[in-house]
């Protein structure tokens, strides 16, 4: 991260930069199987590791992009919890999204992929993309480099033996 002051009439400005060689991006797929879910049910939970420069690390999300070659994102929902911790909740696939308050302590931010959003690409692979206009800031546990994402589904959605769903983070490490 670049510091630069900046005085201007004897007051002291400090503009803080993410350095650009410390950007980049976090990936982690889910591949539900020929498999039929119910609206609230959880996709799938996944680590994106490296996160942090260093173990309670912290620096910014600035954007999530799901992918899906299943048509989930064009036909149900589902939403993207990001949290800064391993939740106390151990969340299993195709199971009830039941988080506690505990879990929430740690909630970064909630990010919605719904229909509206979305870009179909060559009639099969559906693109949402969510661009913070301000960043989300993340500090990672003591112990991790990590940062941790639970995908709830919306609707019901039966998914067919090939279909995948990807989650990818855009990160700017300090």
């Known amino acids: 991260m670049a510091v630069t002051n900046i005085f201007t009439n004897n007051i002291r400005t400090r503009v803080v930069r993410s350095d650009p060689s410390n950007a980049g991006r976090s990936t982690c797929s889910f591949v539900p199987g020929d498999s039929a879910y119910s609206a609230g049910d959880v996709l799938g939970f996944c680590e994106f590791p490296n ?3 260093i173990a309670g690390g912290s620096g ?10 299943g048509n989930l994102v064009g036909s149900d929902a589902f939403n993207v919890f990001l949290f800064s911790a391993t939740p106390a ?3 299993t696939e195709n199971a009830a999204f ?17 229909d509206s959003d979305d870009i179909t690409v060559h009639n099969a ?18 112990d991790s480099t990590s940062i ?8 019901a959605h039966t ?7 990807q989650i990818s983070l855009g990160l700017e490490l300090d």
């Open 51 to 53: 996160a942090a420069q």
């Open 60 to 69: 910014r999300i600035t954007e999530v992009v799901a992918l899906d070659s």
């Open 125 to 142: 692979i559906q693109i949402w993309q969510k661009q913070f206009v301000q960043p989300v800031p993340y500090v990672c546990a003591s």
């Open 98 to 114: 039941a988080p506690t308050f505990l879990d929430f302590t740690t909630l970064l931010s909630m990010v919605q992929c719904t």
């Open 89 to 91: 909740t151990t969340f």
């Open 148 to 155: 941790f994402a639970v995908v709830e589904l919306v609707g």
């Open 159 to 165: 998914f067919g033996a090939t279909d995948i769903v």
